[in-house]
């Protein structure tokens, strides 16, 4: 089992920055021996994926994120991040991390984000 534990949400105004968190715990040797994404959820809306670092370190996003947000990984940390800066309303949602592709571990909670204009 593999348990996900996103933190690191808040309130911010547009144009703020916020850095995410997502503690990885249970059955992974290490988190550098797979890819990662960071997904978010709005209200109403389909939740989607923003951000992925591969097994190798290369990264993607998608291209509403694209040069604001930044996805890394600590592998002593066990800890997944996103650095996200210039922030917009538009970027308020649930966020998520988990596996990029395939058989996803358990959701965790999600960490809030809220943008004001």
């Known amino acids: 089992q593999v348990q996900l534990v996103e933190s690191g949400g808040g309130l911010v105004q547009a144009g703020g920055s916020l850095r995410l968190s997502c503690v990885v715990s249970?059955?992974?040797?290490?988190?550098?021996?797979?890819?990662w994404g960071w997904y978010r959820q709005a209200p109403g809306k389909q939740r989607e994926l923003v951000a992925v670092?591969?097994?190798?370190?290369?990264?993607n996003y998608a291209g509403s994120v694209l040069g604001r947000f930044t996805i890394s990984r600590d592998n002593a940390r066990n800890t997944v991040y996103l650095q996200m800066n210039s922030l917009k309303p538009e970027d308020t949602a649930v966020y998520y991390c988990?596996?990029?592709?395939?058989?996803?571990?358990?959701w965790g909670q999600g960490t809030q984000v809220t943008v004001s204009s």
């Open positions: 249970g059955s992974i040797f290490s988190i550098n021996a797979m890819g």
């Open positions: 988990n596996a990029p592709a395939g058989i996803k571990w358990s």
């Open positions: 670092i591969t097994s190798g370190g290369s990264t």
